[in-house]
């Protein structure tokens, strides 16, 4: 596929890096938010990590747009509702880290920065969702994640 640039992208082959794909929508405000932090992950992890960012939308002058606005010239921006379908990416913004064999190693919906991070870390521990290491570790980790989640919301309610 081309990118918005009309640079060559593939996303299946294996690859020597990691690949993040991050799904964003022109007109969702949460993926504007998100793209600083795509930077940052981008940044610290370049050695090990590609990052592919692409638009479930198909209107390419709204997608054109948005790389003018976040200034995301550098990095590979696709029209991809296609891809989206197939990874069964039902909300943007969304992330899959595909590993160097071309698997996927984790996936989640990503709103900041600790999303992003902890995609990454996931896979390092080789979990492919969050709930997936939280099961390996047994219910009781489980059980205390969500009492930690519980307490914090009921204490910023208070």
Not at 61 to 89: G, I
Request: hydrophobic share 45%; net charge positive.
């Amino acid at each position: 596929m081309i990118d918005l640039q009309g640079r060559r992208v593939t996303l299946a082959a294996a690859r020597a890096k990691l690949t993040l794909l991050v799904f964003v929508s022109p007109g969702c405000s949460t993926c504007a938010d998100l793209i600083p932090a795509v930077r940052s992950i981008w940044r610290t992890e370049r050695r090990q990590l590609e990052v592919i960012i692409l638009s479930v939308v198909t209107d390419d002058r709204k997608n054109r747009e948005f790389v003018l606005t976040h200034k995301l010239e550098n990095f590979p921006v696709v029209t991809a509702p296609d891809v989206a379908a197939k990874y069964q990416v039902r909300v943007p913004p969304y992330a899959i880290l595909v590993g160097t064999d071309g698997l996927v190693k984790a996936k989640g919906l990503v709103n900041h920065l600790e999303h992003l991070e902890s995609l990454l870390t996931e896979a390092r521990l080789g979990h492919d969702t969050i709930e997936s290491y939280a099961k390996h570790r047994g219910a009781s980790t489980l059980r205390s994640a969500q009492r930690g989640v519980i307490g914090a919301i009921e204490q910023a309610s208070a």
